[in-house]
Nanobody, 120 residues
Framework: QVHLVESGGGLVQAGGSLRLSCAAN????SAWFRQRPGKERDFVAA????????YYADSVRGRFTISRDNAKNTLHLQMNLLRPEDTAIYYC?????????????????WGKGTQVTVSS
């Protein structure tokens, strides 16, 4: 069983930065998704177990960086140049393997989420 616990959310002004973390046990392909009020859960970024392969949504590419520290069983999402439209609950997700990395249904394991609010 894979257990995921997110941390690091909060309130920040537009243009600021936040770093999300996810404590994650297991050898998994991992990702971050986000969900805005009244919207579907959207893909943000994904990373393979080695950390060598990463994927990003167009809306965050160049501003967000996904990384992992397998020695500490931790996944990170560094978010820079934050915008009000980045406001959402951010979820950490994991799967054993997938080719459809941007599809929420491909991930059987989820954290409870952490709120990120960006003020204008």
């Amino acid at each position: 069983q894979v257990h995921l616990v997110e941390s690091g959310g909060g309130l920040v002004q537009a243009g600021g930065s936040l770093r999300l973390s996810c404590a994650a046990n297991g050898r998994t392909f991992s990702a971050w998704f986000r969900q805005r009020p009244g919207k579907e859960r959207d893909f943000v970024a994904a990373i393979d177990y080695s950390g060598d392969v990463t994927y990003y949504a167009d809306s965050v590419r160049g501003r967000f960086t996904i990384s992992r520290d397998n020695a500490k069983n931790t996944l990170h999402l560094q978010m820079n140049l934050l915008r009000p439209e980045d406001t959402a609950i951010y979820y950490c997700a994991a799967t054993i393997g997938t080719t459809n990395y941007d599809v929420p249904g491909e991930y059987p394991y989820w954290g409870k989420g952490t709120q990120v609010t960006v003020s204008s």
